[in-house]
């Protein structure tokens, strides 16, 4: 390996442990955003945007790609992973229950969609995506009572790219 890693202490077991730091100069980083309930994937985009930019991501570092649902998500990230040029991808999307099973499908493919993407690219995939039962509770994750997931998933790209660029001893996605 080119780079030290930090050594996490007392990881179970002896093991030595390593762990991603919220820091992201250097790097670029896309979020991939479905606009369907738009009302909702905005305030998740101006989340995880706010939270790359906070930790040290140049504003021109991060590029948005904008979607028309949550079942194109998938597709669109691995075209972005393909580019070679993003450390980790932020997908952002709100899937709300309606009164036919399609819910369950879309939310479903998303999830499965992205995670393929992430094992099959290498590139960190975050998941962004809402699935939720009432527009209540989704504006509630949305920068409401329940946080922002949008920039919970900004925060785990940063520490995943950051831990995967120690591991492989250079700057991916720079």
Known sequence: MGQPVDRE??????????????????????IVASRF????TERLVEGARAAL???????????????????ELP?????VARTGRYAAIIAIGCVIRGETPHFDF???????GLA???LTSGVPVTFGVLTTETV?????????????KGRDAALAALELADLFRRLEGSRAGA
């Open 106 to 112: 879309i939310a479903a493919e998303a999830a499965r």
């Open 37 to 40: 309930n738009e009302l909702i």
């Open 53 to 71: 930019l906070e930790h040290g991501v140049a504003e021109q570092a991060v590029d948005t790609v904008s979607v028309p649902g949550a079942w």
């Open 136 to 148: 209540e509770q989704a504006l509630a994750r949305a920068g409401g009572a329940k946080g922002n």
């Open 75 to 79: 597709l669109a990230a691995d075209r």
């Open 116 to 118: 393929a993407v992430a």
């Open 9 to 30: 202490p007392g990881a179970p077991g002896g093991v030595t442990g390593l762990r991603g730091r919220l820091e992201g100069g250097g790097a670029r980083f896309a």
